[in-house]
Structure formats: C-alpha cells, structure tokens
C-alpha cells in the first residue's frame, strides 16, 4: 500500500515508510524529485508473523491458527504462549475465545480489539516491561 499526502504511512513488503510531517517539505521534496519519506522500518520474521495475527483479528475478527502455523512454520501456542496467557483474562470477561485452532473476538469485544491485539504486539510488550522495572527502580 503506497500512501500519499503529508506524515502519511506506507506499507510495501517488509517495510513501512512515513512521509515528512509538513507540506513545504512534501512539496520541496516532490520539486526536487526526491520521494518525501523521513524514516521507515524493515519488519524482521517476527514483525511480519505478528502483522499477520493482528490484521487478522481486526479485520476478521477472527484467527486461523493453522494458517498462522503453516505460514509461518511456527507452533503457535508455544510460541505465543505468554501473550495467550495474557488474552485469558479477556476471554473469561467474554470478549473472545480461544480454542486449538480458532482465535475468534466475539461480538461483545469488537469495539476492544485493538485492545486485544495488543496482546501480540512486541514492541507494546517490550515497553510495558521496561516501565514496570523503571518504576521498581
């Protein structure tokens, strides 16, 4: 997906680019026919398999595992068996439900699934810790 206009996102392949925040540097770059992107990001194995389980469930709301496992060569549940742990909580509140095969948001947690996702979303994750140790310390 390529994306035009100020600050916006672009996806292609493994990577994603944002565009400059300001319109005089959009156009400065576009009159000197430069491309106006000001950083962009090159998604490793990990970045993609979760890109796939997120898209998924916000977009389906709903996860074939198997497709995630085939895909991605992967046994799912011991590779994400921290961030399953994690999503029970919200499937004991009724919000989806997990079995060995589907991952499914049920009606009642549309309107969270970004919540939900979080869930797989590493560099959240990765966050949440470091401010918990920060404030241990």
Request: net charge negative; glycine share 4%; charged share 25%.
């Given at each position: 997906m390529l994306s035009f206009g100020i600050s916006s996102i672009s996806k292609?392949?493994?990577?994603?680019?944002?565009?400059?925040?300001?319109?005089?540097?959009?156009?400065?770059?576009?009159?000197?026919?430069?491309?106006?992107?000001?950083?962009?990001?090159?998604?490793?194995?990990?970045?993609?398999?979760?890109?796939?389980?997120?898209?998924?469930l916000m977009c389906h709301f709903e996860l074939s595992i198997e497709s995630i496992e085939s895909a991605h060569l992967i046994d799912f549940h011991k590779y994400f068996a921290e961030e399953l742990g994690d999503l029970k909580e919200m499937e004991e509140a009724g919000l989806l439900k997990i079995d060995r095969e589907w991952i499914t948001v049920l009606p009642p947690g549309r309107m969270l699934v970004r919540v939900i996702t979080m869930a797989f979303d590493r560099y959240l994750r990765a966050d949440r810790q470091r401010k918990r140790y920060s404030k241990v310390i």
């Open positions: 292609v392949g493994p990577t994603y680019n944002q565009n400059v925040k300001t319109l005089d540097e959009y156009y400065d770059r576009l009159d000197a026919q430069i491309l106006p992107v000001f950083r962009g990001i090159e998604l490793n194995a990990d970045d993609i398999l979760r890109r796939s389980i997120i898209q998924a």
